[in-house]
């Protein structure tokens, strides 16, 4: 199976076959057309002339009208691919007795008459003379000086198969930017911009050269885009820290009275939110950012995540529900702790957001793989259609169809949580646990 999607998905295989069977059908074309030509024409240009040579090796052989042993033995010592059989009533010589016979005499049927034999009847005219004292003489070739020169063979086959990896290594050099091209597109389909397409100089004027150019433009000009896209949410997080903190500020003078305190209490609400969405964004983009400073220290991942899960149920009491499953100790590990227990707080408020009137409490796992550390988080609500998982974790998506905006949130949370998690070095992996959601962050210790 592995094999077959290799070569399914392989450009340099299937253009290396494609030559080979070309190769293959020119040899096949030519060799055929070449016997085809032999066969139809040699009778009126080449058979004269070996005629006419077969009679005078005859007259050698027999010149007074009876075979000469001696003269027949110089003319093979003479001519070493030339074999000589004399038979008749006076004389009975072989020249190559270890030699069998041609098949055109060896396989013929008996009862067969000269005239009916096919094509070798040709060979029957032109390699067979009869003495006028009635002996037969019959000329062919030396098999034995063929055969003596087995590497031929050998020789044909090793340069058949070094022109064959010498073409797989020019096509597999000529398809190398494909590799490069294949790579840095994955690079832009991530996110990361910083490192082009690299295609040596002497192939930026071909086609995959002028391609890998296409995309490098392609990517520079997606990475202005979102620059610039941020540089606007910066600006206006920016500037609306300034009016949102002059609101609250008067929201909280509003006197405390009985029929003013339930609309103080619920602006108050709302500027928070609105302030924690801010600072979202804000965070959001220094995490996002080519350099991103964390400040590490050592932490025990234990004692954070219960302080965290402390922390929440001091704002939302059902978090005192959530279920943990948590070693006794683990090994400190360098982390930056804020960054951290922003990760945590999002990945928990998030499951408890989607676990109203689920049958179990979300919970937190936290164990350690070898050098990885690695966070879960799983809450038991209606979880989220397979075709939209991949889409979660992007900043402000919201698969309104599983969750809607009466449940909270603005898309930024598991946004913010996968940037934590890769400036640590690590991933988040979102699946559907049926029921509800598995939020998962692996990060090297």
């Known amino acids: 199976m592995g094999k077959k999607l290799l070569w399914r998905h392989s450009l340099k295989l299937r253009l290396l076959a494609v030559f080979l069977l070309l190769a293959f059908a020119l040899a096949f074309i030519f060799i055929g057309g070449a016997q085809k030509a032999f066969s139809l024409g040699w009778k009126e240009a080449a058979r004269p002339l070996l005629m006419d040579y077969v009679n005078r090796l005859a007259d050698d052989v027999a010149p007074a009208g009876t075979p000469d042993v001696a003269r027949a033995q110089a ?12 038979t008749g009533p006076q004389v009975q010589w072989r020249s190559h007795p270890a030699q069998s016979r041609p098949h055109w ?19 029957i005219e032109l390699l067979q003379r009869r003495t006028a004292d ?28 070094l022109v064959t990896t010498l073409a797989f290594l020019y096509l597999r050099r000529l398809l190398r930017p494909l590799d490069a091209i294949r790579a840095g597109a994955m690079r832009f389909g991530a996110g990361n911009f910083s490192q082009p397409i690299e295609v040596p100089r002497r192939r930026r004027e071909d086609e995959l050269g002028q391609l890998a150019g296409t995309i490098n433009t392609m990517g520079r000009d997606i990475e202005q885009m979102l620059q610039a896209q941020r540089a606007l949410l910066l600006a206006i997080s920016h500037e609306l820290r300034s009016p949102l903190t002059r609101a609250r500020l008067n929201t909280e003078l509003l006197p405390e009275r009985e029929d003013v305190s339930p609309q103080r209490e619920a ?54 529900d959530i279920a943990l499953h948590l070693p006794e100790a683990l090994p400190l590990a360098s982390l930056d702790r804020v960054r951290m227990r922003l990760l945590l707080r999002n990945l928990l408020d998030n499951a408890l957001r989607h676990s109203s009137g689920a049958a179990r409490p979300p919970e937190l796992h936290l164990s350690a793989e070898g050098r990885q550390l690695r966070f879960e988080v799983r809450d038991h609500g209606q ?30 949370g598991l946004y913010l949580c996968r940037l934590v998690a890769q400036a640590h070095g690590g991933q988040l992996d979102i699946r559907n646990a049926h029921p509800g959601l598995r939020v998962s962050v692996t990060l090297p210790t």
């Not at 396989?107 to 067969?112: N, S, V």
């Open 75 to 86: 003319l093979v010592a003479r001519v070493p691919l030339v074999t000589i059989d004399i």
């Open 105 to 123: 005499l060896r396989d013929r049927p008996e009862g067969r008459g000269r005239d009916d034999w096919g094509d070798d009847q040709d060979w």
């Open 134 to 161: 009635g002996h037969l003489i019959e000329f062919g070739l030396n098999e034995d000086a063929f055969e003596r020169r087995p590497r031929m063979f050998i020789y044909a086959l090793v340069a058949l198969l």
């Open 267 to 320: 602006l108050l609400r709302d500027l928070n939110e609105m302030a924690r969405l801010i600072s979202d964004l804000l965070e959001s983009e220094r995490l996002a950012g080519r350099h991103a400073a964390l400040h590490r220290e050592l932490t025990d991942p234990v004692a954070l995540a219960r302080e965290v899960v402390d922390e929440l149920a001091a704002v939302r009491p059902e978090a005192r």
């Open 383 to 412: 979880g989220v259609p397979e075709d939209r998982i991949g889409q979660l974790g992007q900043a402000f998506y919201r698969p309104d169809s599983a969750r809607t905006r009466d449940a909270g949130g603005v898309g930024l």
